[in-house]
């Protein structure tokens, strides 16, 4: 591939700008545009290695070093955060709630900046500019999560996943949204521009039965059961809308309930999202998610670093 077009298909995947892309390589606008346009060819080694490691990050790689996964791994179980810790510091759960809230929503097409999302939820603003949907979304992933984290914290009771939970998840998230928050899809499914085949919707109570008690298994692994399970999740689509969102809440509800830090995966790798996704549900193969996973736990370690 010419490096034309793995720029292209960072800045189609990422949606950045060329400035932004120009920052991350550490080259000027003009240089990028070259490259972009075909006019000129990068040949300094350490800016082509700079493009192709971006090009893994945001779009994606089919090969991972496993050496380092394992030890990315130990280290992205190191740092202790509980519901009950998080909940208690509100300046963190705060941050925590708009970036989660911005990613995960904008991975399903919102338009709303981290900014709006801040608006919405904490000063109730009324965005005339954003849809009422995007609103109602924003707004219902905050009650959602909230709701996620109480039920993790309720100290009268011992934790476990369910299927009635996990539809009381989705009923939060897409109340006012869909009509059928909260209950199983009754008719088939695909997933736009994926080849994988969803379950079917007579056996979806059974299905998410079994992945409940995958959830509530003990690991060795916690990093490998967090990818496996959240593949199988979304292979098992059970809800006509909301399944991403839905996912990814379990993905941080399963961090917390064991004690560390949540991944938030960023709108901007939700290329090399959905590849991870396709690859570990056709192929059994976990390890690139397994490392998404944990990158993205280190990333938000280091921007709540003081917080924590």
Known sequence: MNYDQKLKQILTASGWSQEKLAGEIGVSFATVNSWVNAKSTPTRTDYIAKIDRVYDNIVGTSSVDIDKLKTLKTIATRTKLTAKKLIANRNLLDNITVNLTYHTNSIEGSTMTASDVSDVIFDNKVLKNRTATEQREAINHQTALNFL??????????????????????????????????????????????????????????????????????????????????????????FSDGNGRTGRLILLGLALQNGIFPPIIPRDKRTAYYKYLEDAQMNENYDPLEMLIVMTIADSIDEYEEEI
């Open 149 to 238: 984290l109480d039920e993790l914290n309720d100290k009268y009771r011992p934790f476990a996943w369910t299927p009635d939970l996990i539809r009381a998840i989705h009923l939060r998230l897409m109340s006012g949204i869909i009509s059928n928050a909260g209950e199983y899809r009754n008719h088939g499914a695909r997933i736009m521009g994926a080849h994988v085949p969803l379950v079917n919707f007579i056996n979806i109570p059974t299905a998410i039965q079994n992945l409940c008690n995958q959830l509530n298994s003990e690991t060795t692994d916690l990093i490998g059961l967090m990818a496996m399970t959240h593949a199988e999740f979304e292979k098992i689509h059970p």
